[in-house]
């Protein structure tokens, strides 16, 4: 009998399996543009941990990969199916189970829409705070399993610190609980954080149980211009100390594409700072006279929530208007603050000489930031020069201390760069975890880990 009949006949009929190739293969990729995938034998749409209990047993004795699915928003290739695996997509368990409010948390599917929850839990004036930009439909599965950041983060912290317990489904097709719905918790090793971006090579996270907060106040929003990077990247660790909800830098390659297509007023600008403030608005001065140390150009700030959206506007339109001019490849690696200013002069050496614009944006309070390739569409050689300063970007960062993942994860495309800044005592520690947890390798092969 043929793997596809086998699981058929153990999930039952009413089942969502597929295997019609036109379906199957749009679940072979996220949007990683260059990792490579290929459509999986079949996609199992879950319903319910049961089931990937069940799919999961059999793939483990017959050793075939099984590939985990949340949304396909990811950005590292580690959602690709290979031609022999097995999909198990996570959409259709989307059901945010109970918000429990007197508590605090909120207990999930982990298909859910991250901005779905944030929408039911600000009914009770409460929030789900770790805001990705691609909130409005990653799921919270894959938010967990790539501890995936967003622009509040430098406040609030990544995913990982807004989850208290979640339910996982082995390898082997047990089902276990990791982690407890109490705020501390420190009972035994920490295996939920094991699990928090170890993108779907441990087990499957099927339920999550979640921080809510007290919805933040509305913020104050500043927008200031410094005539270099250098200047900018500086002011932003100065400007730390206000506490920002938002801090975030724009290079001026990318406003320079921004202005291109929507001209806002930074032709002179050398950097941009947005920075936002959700308590003590009324630091949004001094921090304006912190900004006058390095140089400061212009800088405003409102209070008015109409103008915030104004006011971050350069920063939501810095990819789209790169993407605007070709092909991109949107690389993510994290840096120490301090390093952010050398980092871009490095990379935009870099640009020069493989002849290609790099725009570099990103959340400058966490130092994790995004400088995206341009190439034109179907210049082979310019891609494959764009394929090559995207592993350059990585190594410059690694060379500054930084890491080759802030928070798209590593997925398919990064293993080769780990060994570079991990030593081989850490990484046969990490292998040594993965065996333990899925010793036949089935889950996500060639993923997260050389
Ligand atoms: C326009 C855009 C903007 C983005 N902005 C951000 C951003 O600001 N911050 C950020 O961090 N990321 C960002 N991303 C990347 C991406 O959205 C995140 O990595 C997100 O967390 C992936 O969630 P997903 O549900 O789409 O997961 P997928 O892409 O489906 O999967 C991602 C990884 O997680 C694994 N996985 C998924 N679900 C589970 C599960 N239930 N159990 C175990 N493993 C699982 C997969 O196997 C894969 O390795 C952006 C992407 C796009 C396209």
């Not at 031609?83 to 007197?102: F, G, P, Y």
């Not at 599917?109 to 779905?116: C, E, P, T, Y």
């Not at 608005?281 to 929530?305: M, R």
């Not at 991990?422 to 880990?449: E, H, M, Y």
Request: hydrophobic share 45%.
């Amino acid at each position: 009998m043929s793997h596809l009949a086998a699981l058929s006949k153990l999930l039952g009929s009413d089942t969502s399996l597929i295997s019609d190739p036109d379906i199957t293969a749009s679940y072979s990729r996220d949007q990683a543009p260059f990792a490579s995938a290929a459509a999986p034998f079949a996609v199992l749409l879950a319903r319910s941990a049961s089931e990937i209990s069940i799919a999961l047993k059999y793939a483990n004795e017959n050793s075939i990969p099984v590939v985990t699915r949340g949304a396909g928003s990811g950005l590292s290739g580690g959602a690709n199916s290979t031609a022999d695996s097995l999909v198990i997509s996570l959409e259709k368990m989307n059901q945010i189970i109970e918000i429990d409010t007197a508590n605090q948390i909120a207990r999930v599917q982990a298909g859910v829409i991250n901005l779905d929850l944030d929408t039911a839990a600000k009914e009770f004036g409460l929030a789900y705070l770790p805001d990705p930009a691609s909130r409005d439909w990653s799921s919270l599965g894959g938010n967990a399993a790539t501890n995936a950041g967003g622009m509040c983060c430098v406040k609030y912290g990544v995913t990982g610190a807004h989850v208290r317990a979640m339910q996982v489904v082995l390898a082997s097709g047990e089902i276990i609980e990791l982690g407890k719905a109490t705020k501390k918790s420190v009972t035994t090793y920490d295996l939920l954080h094991l699990f928090i971006g170890s993108e779907g090579t441990l087990g499957i996270i099927t339920e999550l149980t979640l921080n809510l907060e007290i919805r933040p106040a509305a913020p104050s929003t500043l927008i200031a211009t410094f005539p270099s990077v250098t200047k900018a990247a500086a002011a932003a660790a100065a400007l730390l100390q206000y506490r920002p909800a938002m801090l975030e830098i724009v290079d001026q390659t990318t406003l320079k594409a921004v202005e291109a297509w929507h001209p806002l007023g930074f032709e002179v600008a050398g950097s941009v700072l947005i920075m936002q403030l959700d308590e003590n608005h009324s630091l949004c001065e001094a921090a304006l006279e912190t900004c006058k140390q390095f140089d400061l150009i212009d800088g405003v700030y409102s209070d008015d929530p109409a103008d915030a959206a104004d006011l971050i506007r350069v920063r939501k339109l810095a990819y789209p208007a790169l993407e605007r001019m070709g092909a991109t490849l949107l690389d993510d690696v994290a840096l120490p603050i301090t390093k952010i200013a050398e980092f871009v002069e490095r990379v935009e050496k870099l640009s020069k000489e493989v002849n290609l614009t790099i725009g570099i944006f990103g959340h400058a309070g966490d130092g994790n930031m995004h400088p995206t390739i341009v190439h034109d569409h179907g210049d082979l050689a310019a891609a494959e020069r764009a394929q090559q300063a995207f592993g350059k970007i990585v190594e410059i960062a690694q060379s500054l201390g930084g890491t080759a993942s802030g928070e798209h994860g590593i997925g398919s495309i990064k293993p080769g760069f780990v060994t570079k800044e991990i030593s081989k005592t850490v990484i046969d520690l990490q292998r040594a975890v993965k065996k333990v947890f899925d010793p036949n390798s089935i889950l996500n092969p060639g993923k997260k880990i050389p």
